[in-house]
């Protein structure tokens, strides 16, 4: 099955412990990036990677790290995280120009920084 | 910079009423245009797109098009049931900015039907 796999679902930490967020396609797809989506703000991109070893920011990226050694993988690395990154994280993947086949996005990874 | 403005819900419509929610946009180029659906405890899917102006694009009975004249791009469905209560995602990816594949997202709009 087609699908973007995130770790953990769900994830309560404390300020200044370093973390990382898993994300993993099987799609083969060039594209992907990170959004965390806040009530009444949507989703707002974090990051991106247009391919291996390629990322860049986004609109949001201050506090966050990503990294892509491999086509499949692209970890969101939080080296130390502050209570106003409490969100819902999502990654998403895409192959085509302008994403217009569509992202697939995973389930999400709900964080509680205390 | 683009942005996207969706009607606030929360829309609660019985089961069998007709769903309208208004997406407009605006952008610098000629962007490709999106509803996504959001069901509890879920990520995104994608419901339907269109890439160019006058399109349409359906799925599961709901249709939007794309409407460059106004810039929008209003999802519809005659009859809705239970199990289209969810929140969706107005959102468009400009051509001109393509960095990345970026979507730009409206606030959400949640909907609920009730039996």
């Known amino acids: 099955e087609a699908q973007v796999t995130q770790n953990p679902r769900y994830l309560i930490t404390v300020t200044g412990k370093k973390l990382t967020v898993t994300c993993s396609q099987n799609?083969?797809?060039?594209?992907m990036s990170w959004y965390r989506q806040d009530p009444g703000l949507g989703l707002r991109q974090i990051y991106y990677s247009m391919n291996v070893e390629v990322t860049d920011k986004g609109d949001v990226p201050e506090g966050y790290k990503v990294s892509r050694k491999e086509k499949r993988n692209f970890p969101l690395i939080l080296e130390s995280p502050s209570p106003n990154q409490t969100s819902l994280y999502f990654c998403?993947?895409?192959?085509?120009?302008?994403?217009?086949?569509?992202?697939?996005f995973g389930s999400g990874t709900r964080l509680t920084v205390v | 910079g683009d942005s996207v403005t969706q009607m606030e819900g929360p829309v609660t419509l019985s089961e069998e009423a007709f769903l309208t929610i208004n997406c407009t946009y605006t952008?610098?180029?000629?962007?490709?245009l999106f509803w996504y659906v959001q069901y509890p405890g879920e990520g995104l899917q994608l419901l339907l797109k269109?890439?160019?102006?006058?399109d349409k694009g359906s799925n599961k009975g709901f249709e939007a098009t794309y409407r460059k004249e106004t810039t929008s791009f209003h999802l519809e469905k005659g009859s809705v049931q239970v199990s289209d209560s969810a929140v969706y995602f107005c959102?468009?990816?400009?051509?001109?900015?393509?960095?990345?594949?970026?979507?730009?997202f409206g606030g959400g709009t949640r909907v609920l039907v009730k039996p």
């Open positions: 799609m083969n797809h060039e594209y």
């Open positions: 952008a610098t180029g000629y962007p490709s």
């Open positions: 959102a468009l990816s400009d051509q001109v900015k393509a960095a990345g594949n970026k979507l730009t």
């Open positions: 269109a890439t160019k102006a006058d």
């Open positions: 998403a993947s895409t192959s085509g120009v302008r994403g217009d086949y569509g992202y697939t």
